[in-house]
């Protein structure tokens, strides 16, 4: 019989104390470089701990700059200061139309919904229920809150549940929006802007040694004494900085330099594991986001790939006549593509012949 592949293995100490630090779903005790935006987003929901109506919030930045993990680690502050506040999380990638938030939201609440489904107006109605009868507040987090828009009518729709819950039906909910967009304002209806009237907060990129600090703090967590060389965090830290000052990116390579190591028996994380990790993060992150897009996006790649570049006009065109889309939504899809890193648009300057505003966009130039 053959010896089982996990003995083989072995049981001796790796390189990890605990790897789960590095992970993108940790949320840590401390967030270095982020206590302006944590004060502003903790000042602007203080109300909600308190039994009042709180601001509502949009927060704007770049991937990877501390967003999600700033407005989680705010939210679990609230939670845990007031009884009063309802604390609700949700990635809109994973529930992206009204109905789905609004399930997301009852279920947070305890309210168990049939399985046969029931209407999004009927949910709501439990959802407010639930609220008068434990008298809380609720706040609610819209992680790429953009992904609500690409359903126009949906996203309204549950924004308009939420914005004008206190004057329809007596409860308040506290609306934090996350997205990379920065004019994300700008393209919600009127009505839902006048609404919404955020504090808006803004995350700026991570510079090289903010990264570093972001780096050292996990690290101290993840590895051991002593198993990390010199140049690792440095190192791995300049990349990602290169890489738009992306903390995500950072921590993914550190971590995955400490398992090239680990596999290949080493005592230490060299720089060579980091540059091996280089190469192979990479390569996940551009599955991921090539993962996470719809059939227009794709077929927009396509285009500017098969065009070495496409001008705007002619990509609205094409847009409209294959899938029916709008110029506003397609300039959307161009907005995520560009911070996702896939796509360049740069502004073409007006000409005799091409009097109007025009863009070229093109596949993003791979690092």
């Not at 510079?207 to 993840?222: G, Q």
């Amino acid at each position: 019989m053959a010896s089982n592949i996990f003995r083989q293995m072995g049981t001796e100490e790796g390189l990890f104390r605990d790897e789960r630090v590095l992970m993108a779903d940790y949320l840590p005790e401390i967030l270095p470089h982020r206590e302006r935006q944590v004060k502003d987003i903790a000042y602007a929901l203080k109300n909600a701990g308190e039994g009042r109506r709180p601001e509502n919030v949009v927060i704007t930045g770049k991937s990877g700059t501390g967003k999600t993990a700033t407005a989680r680690y705010v939210l679990k502050q609230l939670s845990e200061y007031s009884q009063r506040v309802a604390p609700i999380y949700i990635n809109c990638w994973e529930h992206s139309t009204r109905h789905a938030v609004l399930s997301r939201i009852a279920e947070a609440l305890g309210e168990i919904l049939p399985r046969r489904g029931i209407a999004a107006d009927e949910i709501f109605a439990r959802i407010s229920e639930s609220l008068r009868k434990g008298k809380k507040t609720a706040v609610v987090v819209l992680d790429e809150i953009d992904r609500l828009l690409a359903g126009k009518a949906e996203g309204d729709k549950v924004l308009y549940d939420l914005l004008r819950a206190a004057e329809n039906y007596g409860v308040s909910f506290g609306v934090v929006g996350i997205t990379n967009s920065e004019d994300f304002m700008a393209r919600l209806d009127s009505r839902i802007r006048s609404s919404l009237a955020p504090r808006e907060i803004v995350f700026p990129r991570y510079s090289p040694p903010e990264l570093k600090d972001i780096l050292r703090e996990r690290a101290k967590l993840a590895f051991f004494d002593g198993v990390l060389s010199e140049d690792a965090l440095p190192l791995c830290a300049a990349h990602a900085a290169k890489n738009g000052g992306d903390a995500r990116l950072a921590i993914a390579l550190i971590w995955k330099a400490g398992k090239i190591a680990e596999k290949a028996g080493a005592k230490k994380v060299s720089e060579s594991h980091c540059r091996q990790a280089f190469s192979s993060a990479a390569a996940e992150v551009q599955g991921e986001r090539l993962a996470g897009l719809n059939q227009v996006e794709k077929r927009i790649l396509e285009i500017a790939g098969e065009k070495g570049g496409v001008q705007s006009g002619e990509l609205y065109e094409l847009l409209s006549t294959e899938f029916k889309e709008t110029d506003r939504t397609v300039r959307n899809y161009l907005e995520k593509l560009e911070s996702l890193g896939l796509v360049s648009v740069e502004d073409r300057p007006k000409t005799k012949e091409q009097p109007g505003n025009s863009r070229v966009i093109r596949l993003a130039e791979k690092e």
